[in-house]
């Protein structure tokens, strides 16, 4: 069984730039959420795909976009980058049956200068 | 939307006490409440999670208690050993399913 990977693991963009980070799902898992990670806080929900469409999303502004793919991989965008936007971004696979688990990929680093 | 509150922040203890973090959520229609830790630089690892049909669920050292009337659930870590330092995270989703609102997080440091 395959874990959750994600690409890269660092990242440095300047502000105003555009950004798309990358997630694999673990084997078998059909859904995909995205949460951000400030330094010393906790995660934040951005949104989450199911089966390569939308299905729900955070207190995010619409220049964070997603995609889900036929083999339930999933990019994050990032539009005009913000000085803000610095953190661990997170994504986490789950959907095996009816199970509720989430398991998260190693993160990608993005600092924005 | 749900709102998940955690505490103690940092948590200081002993080797082989116990440990307990508590965590209260707003949104009376979640029914799942999971528990991770994050080691310094690493992903969060999901540790145990109870569903809202079960008041109680243990792991060999760690177990969760859920109390659905007063909307809180807690974190025990008995026998606490090194390895447990960490962050831990409770979340709680956003009405049902496993959409999560993290807590704040709680950094547990044991003492040897």
């Known amino acids: 069984e395959t874990g959750v990977t994600q690409s890269p693991t660092h990242l440095i963009k300047t502000r105003g730039q555009q950004v798309t980070l990358r997630c694999s799902s673990q084997s078998g898992h059909n859904t995909v959420s995205w949460y951000q990670q400030a330094l010393g806080q906790g995660p934040q929900f951005i949104f989450q795909?199911?089966?390569?469409?939308?299905?729900g999303r955070g207190n995010f502004p619409p220049r964070f976009s997603g995609l889900q793919f036929p083999n339930y991989s999933s990019e994050l965008n990032v539009n005009a980058l913000e000085l803000d936007d610095s953190a661990l971004y997170l994504c986490?696979?789950?959907?095996?049956?009816?199970?509720?688990?989430?398991?998260f990929g190693p993160g990608t680093r993005l600092t924005v200068t | 939307g749900e709102n998940v509150e955690q505490h103690p922040s940092t948590l200081s203890v002993q080797e082989g006490d116990s440990a307990v973090i508590k965590c209260t959520y707003s949104?009376?229609?979640?029914?799942?409440f999971p528990w991770y830790k994050q080691e310094l630089g690493k992903r969060p690892q999901l540790i145990i999670d109870?569903?809202?049909?079960?008041g109680e669920k243990k792991d060999q050292r760690i177990a969760v208690t859920l109390n659905k009337t007063a909307k809180h659930f807690s974190l025990h870590i008995t026998e606490t050993q090194p390895e447990d330092s960490a962050v831990y995270f409770c979340?709680?989703?956003?009405?049902?399913?496993?959409?999560?609102?993290f807590g704040g997080g709680t950094r547990v440091l044991v003492k040897p």
């Open positions: 109870i569903r809202s049909n079960v």
């Open positions: 949104d009376s229609a979640s029914n799942y």
């Open positions: 986490a696979s789950s959907g095996r049956g009816d199970s509720y688990e989430q398991y």
């Open positions: 979340a709680a989703p956003q009405a049902a399913g496993n959409k999560l609102t």
């Open positions: 795909y199911y089966r390569e469409e939308e299905n």
